[in-house]
């Protein structure tokens, strides 16, 4: 790892330093938020940069270079902004302990402990130095890791989906360009994608805090706030009680402090829909799909990490300037995120239409800001929107209930003979968010329906709060968004912050007596909280244990004659497993990766064609319509003859030869007519 490398990755700041306090004009902002503000704005700003030079000239070490110059140049404008008695006159401020008996510091002090096990856990080195990954985040891991090699290796650089050949990348990737371009300047992957990770996921830990503050006027309830977000579950840990009550039973001690230490479930993620579980396992608490967003949101899902990351800012800066002549400069936050989050996107701009209606006095400045976002959004939500709009967005339709049951008969009815459903749908909520939802469903009754009390009062002065939330859990409770019901939870989370600010805005109005009060509080968050902690610390305990890597010696072995003997945009044939090395280690887009990813992504379509003329392909070793879709190659191993086990051999050597074997696996050449 270089000083350059270094160098490079402070040059960020600088930039988010300009940004921040071009927005905060009127420094309305706190110093923590500018803090945090710089930090997340820079790098962002950097990929933006990055991205026009990488599309303009095609090359990453031009790119760098003028990445470089233009860093450089923000850093002698930003010296150039500050007054010179700021700097000459410096002074280390004088550093005292008295936070030290703060409770907001200790809580927040456990939360950010147990959060970093998660955020820095998931993805470790096995003993041979290759990647391994927790299983949760396995899957969505490689897939990452994918996108980052394509875009690492691109040359001449081009944005081509890792595991489709020849299509774009209609997923968000600016994130994984950011690791890419820590690799590049000389940063390990393993280095590259914790940094990467860490700037959003820890800069949206503090932020949310700092959200909470504006809202609860209080450090603790903002640390309590912190710890709803982040650990937040339903009501999985009575299961929990059950499974050592169980233990005591059978074998009493020993076995009881093994299942406290090591429970036998994941009690934010109770379900045998997926799994293929016994019903009987569960009980009454199967169906809970919720999982703790630590782990679900905020750790494997690394591109939720910068969405919700400049959300939040966003959030702030529209609050603290809320009626404000220059709330418009805030749209370039907006502007920013959908090529980092498209589910961030839709839930920002839920919550900035409802807060457009809340300060329509002030409606010239946020239509100026509505302009500004638009001529900066629809590019890239046109980049972002696959070709065929019938085929990729078939999925849509109303859909009753997120997770509650399948819905492939009627929108409303749920269908019959399936298991792990549930046909209520309060329990429902009830076992997925617990004693939130109700806590949400208070402070909208008081909002909306009881009339005429202090309470009320206080309430309406939430409606930044209670309106937003109501659309951020109607939309994704009544409208299919993807092709898997599951992924509505990403509108889910947004709600769930809000609901749980509500739920802290509803306790602490409801108790004015102290003792009364506390009790409340305790009693909500040792309810809200404990499935997750359980979880969370489960998994922390057990952070060398059920990771799993994706490929071994001998296929790195054959990666590194692919890297030093093809085109870095040559395109293969493989299998479509999710541990492909192909694109992982070499960066070589594959024809047809894993068929869930590409499902996911609304192209099942697409990929069905393609799996398809693969197999005709293999089985008659007529090579027209691999060439005509640009495939050289074809990586003849395991995992080729487990996706195409008809796959021809002879047949296939009529039209292309070997250029490499090793131990059994063999790269082909595909001999197409030039």
């Known amino acids: 790892m270089s000083v350059f490398a270094f160098f490079i990755f402070f040059l960020q700041f600088p930039v988010g ?32 940069i990055l991205l026009c030079f990488l599309l303009i000239l095609g090359s990453w070490k031009i790119s760098i270079f003028c990445l470089w110059i233009s860093l450089v140049a923000c850093l002698f404008y930003a010296f150039s902004k500050l007054r010179a ?32 096990g998660i955020l ?7 003993e041979e130095g290759f990647p391994a990954v927790i299983s ?40 994984n360009l950011l690791t890419a371009l820590y690799q590049q300047i000389g940063f390990s992957l393993f280095s590259a994608w914790h940094l990467s990770n860490a700037l959003y996921g820890v800069s949206f830990f503090f932020l949310i805090y700092l959200f909470g503050k504006r809202f609860l006027h209080s450090e603790v309830l903002a ?50 829909r997926d799994a293929g579980r016994d019903p009987s396992e569960y009980g009454i608490f199967h169906n809970i799909y919720w999982i703790v967003p630590a782990i679900s949101f905020l750790s494997h899902q690394r591109t939720f990490l910068p969405g919700i990351a400049l959300a939040t800012l966003l959030f702030i800066g529209l609050t603290a300037y809320r009626g404000n002549k220059n709330i418009w400069r805030w749209a370039f936050v907006w502007g920013s995120i959908p090529l980092f989050h498209s589910h961030s996107f839709i839930a920002s701009s839920i919550v900035l239409l409802s807060w457009f209606f809340l300060d329509l006095k002030n409606y010239r400045s946020w239509f100026i800001g509505g302009l500004i976002g638009a001529l900066l959004v629809i590019p890239q939500i046109l980049y ?81 709060i209670i309106i937003p939330s109501l659309l951020l859990f109607l939309i994704p409770n009544l409208v299919l968004l993807q092709p898997w019901e599951f992924d509505n939870n990403k509108i889910l989370f947004y709600w769930w912050i809000f609901a749980s600010v509500s739920t802290l805005i509803v306790t602490k109005n409801l108790f004015k007596n102290r003792r009364i009060a506390i009790a409340t509080f305790t009693f909500v968050i040792i309810l809200s909280t404990f499935s997750g902690i359980v979880d969370v610390a489960s998994r922390i305990t057990k952070i060398t244990a059920n990771h799993y890597g994706y490929y071994n010696k001998e ?71 691999m060439c005509k879709d640009g495939v050289s190659y074809v990586v003849w191993d395991r995992r080729l003859l487990t996706t195409y086990p008809r796959a021809n051999k002879d047949k296939v050597l009529t039209s292309a030869k070997v250029v490499y074997s090793e131990n059994g696996s063999e790269v082909l050449e595909i001999l197409c007519k030039k």
């Open 17 to 48: 330093f300009l940004l921040t306090s071009y927005f905060d004009k009127e420094k309305r902002l706190t110093k923590a938020e500018r803090c945090f503000a710089t930090l997340i704005l820079g790098p962002t700003t950097t990929c933006f």
């Open 85 to 116: 008695d700021k700097i000459t006159k410096f002074n280390f401020p004088y550093l005292n302990f008295h936070f030290l008996s703060s409770l907001s510091f200790w809580v927040m002090l456990i939360l950010f402990c147990l959060y970093s």
């Open 120 to 126: 820095f856990g998931g993805f470790l080195l096995n």
């Open 136 to 175: 949760l985040g396995w899957a969505d891991t490689s897939y990452h890791l994918s996108m980052i090699g394509r875009l690492t290796m691109a040359d001449p650089f081009i944005l081509e989906h890792p595991v489709i050949s020849g299509q774009p990348i209609n997923y968000p990737f600016m994130l």
């Open 223 to 272: 640390a309590l706030l912190v710890a709803l977000v982040f650990f937040g579950g339903g009501i999985g840990f009575l299961l929990y009680f059950s499974d050592l009550s169980l233990a005591w039973g059978n074998d009493g001690f020993n076995l009881l402090i093994n299942s406290i230490f090591n429970p036998p479930h994941e009690y934010t993620h109770l379900q045998y």
């Open 384 to 464: 972002m929107t696959p070709s065929n709009l019938s085929d990729d967005f078939s999925f849509l339709r109303p859909w009753l209930g997120w997770m509650m049951c399948t819905h492939n008969s009627s929108w409303l009815e749920c269908d019959n003979g399936v298991r792990g459903i549930d046909t209520n749908i309060f329990w429902f909520w009830t076992k997925n968010f617990g004693i939130v939802i109700w806590g949400w469903f208070a402070a909208v009754f008081f909002f909306f329906l009881y009339k005429k009390t202090n309470i009320t009062k206080l309430f309406k002065q939430s409606s930044l």
């Open 555 to 625: 296929d790195v072995k054959i990666a590194e004659w692919i890297k030093q003997n093809t085109i870095p945009n040559a395109r293969f044939l493989t299998g479509d497993f999710v541990d492909q090395f192909v694109p992982i280690i070499t960066g070589r887009p594959i024809y047809l990766g894993y068929p869930g990813w590409l499902w996911s992504q609304g192209k099942a379509s697409l990929s069905n064609e393609r799996k398809k003329n693969a197999t005709d392909f293999l089985l008659t070793g007529q090579s027209d319509t």
